[in-house]
């Protein structure tokens, strides 16, 4: 599952990172092995899209999640538009060419001057102006990636939620049975004189106590499962899925350090702001030869009686503007810049810290809740359900050791479903696959 996700982020990687406007970008299809290649679509995607199918494993729903996300379309008309700007960037601007009739006044022919102009301040300043049309078309990129990764880890997030909500009704279930069943034992040993009415009315407030939990459980599984289709791209179809892949449950493998050297390499939020850091640092630039602007330069042409013709230069006065605005706004948009990037660092760091602490205590809880704590449970059992078919002891105890065998399965679900989340949020707050990322660097420098 993890190698499938990893392929489609490199897809879009490899399909959205362009160093300019004027290189295609890559086959994202070969890149990633698909069937069909993740496009732009020029069109609205439909309200529903065909459906899936009964049996979901988790690559099948991302790679279908990343294929029908609205999000990601939008970000991706984002990416085209920054290459229109790209490759505008690049465009001579056009000619002035102007012609004046001049009539003597006491008659005779006409006197023509024509003039054939071009920004001379618009060229000297397409270079930079080229960079930082290429810095924003790559923040874009940037940014589509950062919605990819929401899109996958939104999926996941839901798919195992459900997946684990499922079981948890069950479990529920067969909770309220037991529970219905100690019940009728609490109740018939009442009758004969062999109970109190305290452990009748126990058991009846655990009773209501055990339907109200299994009734939000549903309600918790039902929306999942709205959802989940609703990232499927079919909001109206089918939320009784079959979900064939189970919840992971793996501790980090590599320790902190490494997990935040990956996040700070890889993470799209960072990329996104160094770029538009770099975009608003040409605009400095830029704003630094405001002075030039409307400057142009030609050639001038007067035809009376005969032609003359000589070049001619238009530089604007500096009397009142002389930029001095330009370039304090321009500064303040790049002094903003640099902190908005210090901001998503920490938050980053933040982020990885919080979601590896996490995953390596609850993938540890859910280990000792799945290892020890429900074969001791089922241990408990074995030992109750001998003692009453040997006539040692009535059902009660038995049905309680089962009943708290229920609940040990049931926080090792929850563990499990919270170990996995972690998981989720670990792989992006680090951009996507860290542990790759680190143990091809580990690689290269040996």
Known sequence: MLKKTCYILSALGLGLSVSCATHPSPDIRAAAGLADAVQFRTESLPTDAPPIGKALDLPAAIERAVRQSPTLQAALA????????????????????????????????????????????????????NRAADNQLRAASAQAIAAALDVIADMEKTYHTANALRQEVALLGQDAGHVDRLLQIARHRFDAGEASRLDVATLEARQSETRIDLQECRLKLVREQVTLARLLGQPSGDTDLQLTTPLPVTAPILPESDWLAAALHNRPEIQVDRWQLAALEDGRALARLALLESTAAGLDTEREGDWSLGPSLTVPLPLFDWGQARRAKARALAIGARHRLTQTVRRTVQEVRQAHAAQAKLAAAAAQAREQLTPLQQQRVDLARAVYESGQSGITPLLLAELDLQKARLRSVQLELRAAVAAIELRRASGGDGINFKTKTRTQKQ
């Open 78 to 129: 984002e990416v085209r538009v920054a290459q229109a700007d790209a490759r505008q960037s690049r465009l001579l601007p056009n000619p002035v060419l102007s012609v004046v009739f001049r009539y003597p006044k006491g008659g005779g022919s006409p006197v023509t001057e024509t003039g054939l102009t071009a920004d001379l301040a618009a060229t000297l300043q397409m270079p930079r102006r």
